[in-house]
Each structure stands twice: as structure tokens, then as C-alpha cells.
């Protein structure tokens, strides 16, 4: 697929120089630097010596006083509460965070409840709030989730059953009427940062808990190894206050001993490296979700919960069981959907894709939403039938805001909810042409050109003669990366491969590249086996890649992980 490739404007010379003045370093990292908005001494010593002291004070959330008031309340009354969450990652470490240090507290007066994905649906559901009268619990705790539950959450305060939300969706213009409603997003939220996961904000309730007992919060953050793991898996922003609580709960996961059930988790993805976020994304995220997709999410946070090694291994074997059946399911789902465009002339030449099938499983449709983009870049929407109703998942593309183009169909929903880049949904089966053909128009008439290409933004142009092990050291210290702050590209121009080009796997490239004839670098590039001829051929092109190293059979050298490849006209 062609790429358009976007080069970043160059951030103010003289910044740059006084960067380079008071770091000892070169320009181009200098400049890098500068275009992330790190441009004194002061503000590199945050971003590359992230401290839990900058944290901001929890307080700042609005309703947090009435959160913590509450909880104390229940603690000292010996009520039972429920902590709740969704079936997803983010929902997931969530639970298992505040349900662990909440648990010393209130011993058996405390549960977990995640709902059924298929019996209940996303969210606070009836289902769950009846579970809570039932069994004498009257205070929940919902966690990524809630914001939008405005009549799950009146119904529960009919049946003396208090809420405190812990949510970080885009709340609408009404609230619900609980105890409190954590989110940042809130219009009238005076907190600093707006881009904290769902387990952040479940975070940021128990350290504010922890200031006003005025207990210690080293065992607090112990559980920062949680939290990464939902900032990584939701793909949040890797600012601000994400980058200190990604640092240290990075720092935790690599420090001995691992959680019993990310220690499973980290054996059965083979991952022997040091993790780090793309590892968490690729390695522990779709085994975590899987639980939800292929059965009963709750099973993830038991297994992180487990306090052995074979509770946790037993736990995270089952749910490896679940991911590759999960797997099976994405890969013959995402042909069909994939086969569906390429037999239909219109959603061919459409400029968005929505596709409904009633056998479709629904727990990886987003999963396909995101791999039809993959050939046809586009808005996406999968749909299957659940409980008489169509429900699916949206995924979009740069640039796009796929939740405001449902929010204008909202007519044609029962209900919505998600981000600029993802979304749920559910309609009546019978309205689903009336939507796709909607949907199309919406897209039709809000859709920039450069939207419809996907881009690769690129940092820089370096020149190979200055890659080492020390511009490497210095780059690697930027880490984290994610949204917000992803791994440098750079743009290299008129190089060629040396002679060793091969194609490995179905469609990869194993390349040496040089510029200069001198200076030269091994390079992997994935899916692009279909350039094979022509670099075989010795012709020179231009590269865009990030820098990183590669470890094999002990030996660690710098590698190019190509971006793209692209040869003069």
C-alpha cells in the first residue's frame, strides 16, 4: 500500500542550540527533542528522569473528596463493596489493582464482578447491579466504565446501592447520578492531565485513599506494573503524567520477582528480552483480552491475582488456550470480511467499510476492524447479531474522528461509545443498510484527502555515518514510546543493499543497507518482499526507519526496522 511520508517542521534553531549547549549533545537529537516540546535543561531532566514526586495531587479530580469520603465510610462500617470493571485490558488491571489493595482493608467484605461481554454487554450492566442487592453489597466501585450509565446507575440508587465511577471515555453532557464520577474529561475537571487510562484513574482514587489515612504509598506503587499494562494495551498517550507512571511500572515489570501471573504470561509469549510497551501491546494484551473475547474475563484477573506460580500458570494456560482460539477465529473472519469488499463493487470504491454478519464471533471484531484496514484504509466498521441486536466495533485512521461520524448516525443506534479512534456500537439488525448508508455520506463529506493515505511520520533525515552506539544510548533513554512520543523515524536517502538481500518468512526483506559505501547496517522490513527485485537490482532508494538493536545468540548489534521503502519515479 502507498504511503505518503511527512517529514516533521523544524523546531526553532535557537531552542535547539540551547538544548544542545546545555545537554552536550548533537543537533539531530537535539532537534527531536525540541519537536516533543523538551527544549531546557530543566524540562529534559523530567522527561528523561521521570519521578513519581511530579505526580499530580489526586485531589484535583473533581469529586475525589466525595470518592475517598465515601470508601472511608464503607470501611468503617464494615460495608461490602464490589469493584467493578470492564471486560477488556484496561478494565481488567483495573480490578486487579484496586481489588488488591482494597482487600487487606475490607477481607472478605470485597469482590470483584466483571460482566458477561455476550450476557451482559459492555459496561454497568442490570445483571450486575441486581448481583450486588442479591448478595448485601452497597457500595460499587465501577472502573472504565460508567461515565455514560445514567440509567443503570438511577437504577441502582432505587435499590439503596451507591456508585463511585472511575472512567476516562468522553462523558456526555448529563452525568450520572453517583456518589462521585472520577474522570478527567469532565468539562468541569480541573485536572492537569486528561489522557490517564481507566486504571490510572483507579490509581489516582487509591493514592488519594492513601493521603487521606495517611498511609504509605510504596505498596500502592507496587501496582504500577498494572498499570503500564492498561496504558500500553488502551493505547494512551505516553505524556505527561502516562510517561511517569509507564516509567516505573516498566521498571517494576523488569525488576525481580515478576508477578506469578505475568511471569506465566511472559513464558507462554516467549518474550526473553527486557519488556517494554511494545512487548506488553504484542505479548500480554492479546492474551489478557482473549479471557474476555473467548469466555469469562474474570479468569484474567484471577490470574493476575494469583499469588502462585502454578495457581498462575494453570490460569494463564487456560487463557493462552482462549488466545489461539481467538486467533483461529480472527483469521477466518477477517478473510471472509476482506473477500465481502473485494466481490462488492460499491464497498470496493466506497470511502469507509461497514459489513454485518450474524454468525460473525463477536469478540474479535474489532481485531478485524483493525486488519481490513490493514489492505483498504478507511474508517471500518464489523458488525455481528447479539442478543437480536447488530453490535460490532469501529477502528479509523490518522486523522480521523470515527466516533464523531457514528455520534452523527446516533439516530440509527441504541447505544455508542469510544474514542476518535475506536468504537462500539449497537443498532436494531433492521437499520443496519439505513447506517452504512449514512455512515458513507458522513464519511464522504468530512474525509480529507490526506486521510484516505497512510502516513509515516517521519522525525528527521540522518545520514548512516552518524548512527552509533551512543546516539543509540540517548535514543533509547526517550523510551517509553507510544502515542504521543513514538521511537524516532528517520529518512535516509539514496542507499542500496550491499549485496545480502533475502527474502525471509512470506513477504519479509532481510537487507544490509549502506549510503556510502562504507558504513553499513543490517535492516529487516516487514511485508515488503515485493521491492526483492529491485533492490536486488542495486538500484539506489530512500528508507525511512527507526533505530534499534538486535540480540542474537548473544550478540547485540544496531539494526534499521524499516518504515518504508521508496525508489525514485
Known sequence: MQKRWVVKEAPDAAKVQNLIDSLSIGPTLASILCQRGVCTFEEAKEFFRPSLT????PFLLKDMDKAVARLVQALHAQEKIIIYGDYDVDGTTSVALVYSFLQPFFQDRIEYYIPDRYAEGYGVSFTGIDYAQEHGYS???????????????????????????????????????????????????????????????GFKFMQAFCQDQGFDQEPLFQLLDLVVISIAADIVPITG????????????????????????????????EELDITQIVFGFSPRINAAGRMGDAKRSVAMLLAKTKDDAFNLAANINVSNSERRGHDTSI???????????????????????????????????????????????????????????????????????????????????????????LTMPVENVPAFREKFEQIVVSTILEEQRVPMVEIDTT??????????????????????????????????????????????????????????????????????????????????????????FRGNVTLQLRVKDIRFAE
Not at 552506539?469 to 517509553?480: G, H, S
Not at 556510502?516 to 529491485?534: H, K, L, Q, V
Open 54 to 57: 511530579d505526580l499530580p495531587d
Open 462 to 551: 540522518l545520514d548512516f555515518n552518524q548512527i552509533n552506539q551512543k546516539f543509540f544510548n540517548i535514543l533509547k533513554q526517550m523510551e517509553p514510546f507510544g502515542p504521543g512520543n513514538m521511537a524516532p523515524v528517520f529518512m535516509s536517502t539514496c542507499v542500496y543493499d550491499t549485496g545480502s538481500a533475502r527474502v525471509v518468512g512470506d513477504a519479509h526483506l532481510k537487507l544490509r543497507l549502506t549510503q556510502d559505501g562504507d558504513t553499513s547496517f543490517d535492516a529487516i522490513a516487514f511485508g515488503m518482499a515485493e521491492y526483492y527485485p529491485r533492490i536486488l537490482k542495486g538500484i539506489p532508494f530512500d528508507v525511512c526507519y527507526c533505530v534499534e538493536e538486535n540480540v
Open 241 to 272: 503524567e502516562n510517561r511517569i507512571l509507564a516509567y516505573h511500572g516498566l521498571q517494576r515489570l523488569n525488576k525481580a520477582p515478576l508477578r506469578p501471573g505475568l511471569q506465566a504470561l511472559k513464558e507462554l509469549a516467549d518474550l526473553k
Open 334 to 424: 477477517t478473510k471472509e470480511a476482506l473477500q465481502m469488499i473485494e466481490d462488492d463493487d460499491f464497498l470496493r470504491s466506497a470511502r469507509s467499510t461497514v459489513l454485518f454478519k450474524e454468525t460473525w464471533h463477536k469478540g474479535v471484531v474489532g481485531i478485524v476492524a483493525s486488519r481490513c484496514i490493514e489492505k483498504y484504509y478507511r474508517p471500518t466498521i464489523i458488525l455481528t447479531e447479539s442478543n437480536g441486536k447488530a453490535t460490532g466495533s469501529a477502528r479509523s485512521v490518522h486523522g480521523f474522528d470515527v466516533h464523531q461520524a457514528i455520534l452523527a448516525c446516533s439516530d440509527l443506534l441504541d447505544q455508542f461509545g469510544g474514542h476518535m479512534y475506536a468504537a462500539g
Open 139 to 201: 457500595l460499587i466501585i465501577s472502573l472504565d466504565c460508567g461515565v455514560k450509565s445514567i440509567d443503570k446507575i438511577a437504577y441502582a440508587n432505587q435499590k439503596g446501592i451507591d456508585f463511585i465511577i472511575c472512567d476516562h471515555h468522553l462523558p456526555d453532557d448529563q452525568l450520572p447520578e453517583a456518589v462521585a464520577v472520577l474522570d478527567a474529561k469532565r468539562a468541569d475537571c480541573p485536572y492537569p492531565y486528561k489522557e490517564l487510562a481507566g486504571c490510572g484513574v
